[in-house]
């Protein structure tokens, strides 16, 4: 072999090793959680993002895709909705200023929901409220554009799922157009579909995350996840992708249900309808304020994120009782912001009978105390001498008294805070407690 060969085949072997290498990484990082800390950053700071579920179902006031799927309306008369969006009061500097208004940090539009209507001027098929409404338009590039300008990171839903494509096997609930297996041509078309229409998105919108739904109708193999998840990455490497592709997100999404335990995954978001519906509907349920905060700060105590969710009139214009939870959300924020953005979840519970935050170093421990409950407050198990009690947005200063420390014990005693009743929030109270050192608890069963 002459030196030429030799040196071609080293250079061969490099790119072999390098390429092996690449391979790894993106499976480990699906995995190995320590190599996607960095990029969660940002999300893990967040606490709460603004989902916006835009469709042709606001026309009639429907359930988002499930109502033909579930044949609730024909697919006929479902469609006939197309005609019916105008978006004539579409204001995306209004939505983006309304969302930067609620304290939110991130927000996600569908894209495309099942029903396989695109937003966005998709280059794939027609069906797009570009090429199908009489609204033209494309509504994702000038909603991230605001969103971008006021620092909110922006989020593409999109569903696998697409029941109006002649190629998606599922169409309406007990009538599939075929299965896979007997038609893999097929499936292959629609694979091609959808995985052009991302790589679109990709290019067009570059979105900071990906919120995936409909994994559940195929597996990661049918769908080609790892594929899709690295098609994304090679675009941006710091898109965040949401759990459901399959095993091949970062995050997990519990959807309505709230969680009682503090969830085990490293990043987690409950995703929330205001009322009933995701979409704009004729659906008076509306959840309170109050109820929406507490809520909410439930999440972020237990290490989570709200993904809270609004569905647009098909003009375009937000339903009233909406801004005003937003607004609401936003107020509370302002005050009590800082228990909330930018710290980890709280003490484990036992400690104190209520949600609570921590300050990224642990100096700060921050107490949320719901509703009129003035008097006394009760913290058990804390060790740390403490260095000052404050109210958040407020100058009334809380008095403290340790009871029961007994000298000779290492048990520390029960903290009792006196929260006077003219310190108290409309929807929860903030107590803040600051420490020389980071908080260290006591959880053992009494005794000697
Ligand atoms: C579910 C529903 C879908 C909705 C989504 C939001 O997956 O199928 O309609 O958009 O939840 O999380």
Redesign the pocket.
């Known amino acids: 072999m002459n030196n030429i060969n030799r040196l071609f085949i080293s250079k061969l072997g490099t790119i072999f090793i390098l390429l092996i290498n690449c391979i790894c990484l993106n499976a480990q990082q699906k995995i190995n959680p320590a190599l996607i800390k960095d990029k969660m950053q940002w999300f893990a700071d967040a606490k709460l993002g603004i989902?916006i579920?835009a469709g042709i179902y606001a026309v009639d006031g429907i359930d988002?895709?499930?109502s033909f799927y579930n044949k609730k309306i024909s697919y006929a008369n479902y469609m006939k909705q197309l005609t019916g969006f105008t978006l004539k009061n579409y204001n995306p500097a209004a939505w983006a200023e309304l969302i930067q208004e609620s304290g939110a940090k991130y927000a996600v539009i569908?894209t495309k929901?099942?029903d396989g209507v695109a937003m966005y001027d998709t280059k794939m098929n027609q069906l797009s409220t570009v090429k199908a409404t009489p609204a033209k338009k494309d509504m994702i590039q000038p909603l991230f554009e605001e969103l971008r300008k006021r620092n909110i990171k922006t989020g593409a839903?999109y569903?696998l799922i697409d029941w109006s494509h002649q190629d998606y096997p599922g169409f309406i609930k007990d009538s599939a157009r075929y299965q896979v297996k007997n038609d893999y041509d097929r499936w292959n078309r629609f694979r091609h579909f959808f995985q052009s229409q991302i790589k679109e998105i990709s290019i067009q919108f570059n979105p900071d995350l990906w919120w995936f739904?409909?994994d559940w109708e195929h597996s990661a193999e049918e769908w080609e996840s790892e594929k899709v998840r690295n098609m994304i990455l090679s675009k941006n490497p710091n898109a965040i992708i949401n759990g459901?592709l399959q095993g091949y997100g970062d995050y997990a999404?519990p959807?309505q249900n709230f969680p009682v335990s503090r969830p085990k995954d490293n990043w987690w978001e409950l995703?929330m309808t205001t009322n009933d519906n995701?979409g704009f509907h004729h659906d008076n349920n509306w959840k309170t304020s109050y109820e929406v905060i507490t809520i909410f700060v439930d999440a972020v105590a237990n290490g989570g994120n709200l993904l809270l969710?609004m569905g647009p009139m098909e003009d375009g214009s937000i339903p009233k009782e909406q801004i005003n939870v937003l607004k609401e959300l936003g107020a509370w924020n302002k005050k009590n912001g800082e228990a909330i953005f930018n710290t980890i979840g709280g003490i484990p519970q036992g400690h104190y009978y209520g949600p609570s935050t921590l300050s990224k170093d642990s100096t700060s421990l921050y107490l949320f105390v719901h509703g009129k409950n003035s008097g006394e407050i009760m913290l058990k198990g804390l060790t740390n001498q403490i260095k000052d009690i404050t109210v958040l947005g407020s100058s009334i200063k809380p008095t403290h008294k340790i009871v029961g420390k007994i000298s000779w014990s290492h048990v520390p005693g029960l903290v009792y805070i006196n929260l006077p009743e003219a310190a108290l929030d409309k929807y929860i109270t903030v107590i803040k407690l600051t420490f020389d050192n980071p908080v260290k608890l006591y959880s053992g069963q009494g005794g000697l």
Do not use: I
Request: charged letters at 30%; glycine letters at 6%.
């Open positions: 989902f579920h988002e895709s499930w569908t929901h099942h839903y569903s739904d409909g459901r999404t959807e995703c995701w969710d």
